[in-house]
């Protein structure tokens, strides 16, 4: 699946590929995996994501990624590896790209998320359950961008992180209030969206 934004400023240097990793183990059991001592070494891809990883690179739109980031979570480190692997590309790990931290909901069903999305909705700074604030989500990943906006030029940057993080960052870029980060469409497992 493909979404585009509007082109960013003329000043931005660069173009980013935004990924949501593919269907994972977390989704297929239903349970929050946000935290790294449940999520680096387990939860990786379900075999339903492998099959979507796959036909994303044997059906690849996009432009052709010069660098990957990604999380550090099982999940997005094998989503990463499927994409540099087609493009013979080295991939490096960003700890500031990993999951939203959902606090005291981790390994609980994911029936959690929309009680945590409504709070969000009433203040992007809550910290509800220990869950990690939409504003803090969205200074880590902004900071991301700005600094690969510092490092390079005319790089198309893939990113590959988690739907609650690119749902936060993609509202911010859009200048929306974050507390409507759940007003856009949500993104679809191995989805990507342009920018630029």
Same mark, same amino acid.
């Given at each position: 699946m493909s979404n585009t934004l509007p082109r960013p400023p003329a000043t931005w240097r660069n173009r980013y590929l935004l990924m949501r990793h593919g269907h994972s183990q977390a989704n297929q059991q239903g349970l929050i995996i946000s935290h790294p001592d449940s999520g680096l070494d387990a939860f990786g891809l379900s075999a339903l994501g492998q099959v979507q990883l796959d036909e994303v690179?044997?059906?690849?739109?996009?432009?052709?990624?010069?660098?990957?980031? =990604? #999380?550090?979570?099982l999940r997005t480190t094998e989503t990463?590896?499927?994409? %540099?692997r087609?493009?013979?590309?080295?991939? %490096?790990?960003?700890?500031?790209?990993?999951e939203r931290d959902f606090g005291s909901l981790e390994r609980? %069903?994911? #029936? =959690?998320?929309?009680?945590?999305?409504?709070?969000? %909705?009433?203040?992007?700074? =809550?910290?509800?359950?220990?869950?990690? #604030?939409?504003a803090s989500v969205a200074a880590r990943?902004?900071?991301?961008?700005?600094?690969?906006? $510092?490092?390079?030029?005319?790089?198309?940057?893939l990113l590959v992180s988690h739907g609650d993080p690119l749902q936060i960052?993609?509202?911010a870029l $859009?200048?929306?209030?974050?507390?409507? =980060?759940?007003?856009r469409p949500a993104l679809t497992?191995? #989805?990507?969206?342009?920018?630029g």
């Open positions: 690179v044997a059906e690849w739109s996009w432009p052709a990624p010069t660098h990957i980031l =990604h #999380s550090d979570f990463a590896e499927w994409v %540099a087609h493009f013979g590309l080295a991939m %490096a790990p960003e700890v500031r790209l990993r609980q %069903a994911d #029936s =959690h998320y929309p009680t945590v999305w409504a709070l969000d %909705a009433e203040d992007p700074q =809550h910290d509800e359950y220990g869950v990690e #604030s939409v990943l902004q900071a991301v961008i700005a600094e690969l906006e $510092e490092a390079h030029r005319d790089a198309t940057i960052l993609l509202t $859009e200048g929306r209030a974050l507390c409507r =980060h759940r007003d497992p191995a #989805s990507i969206t342009t920018l």
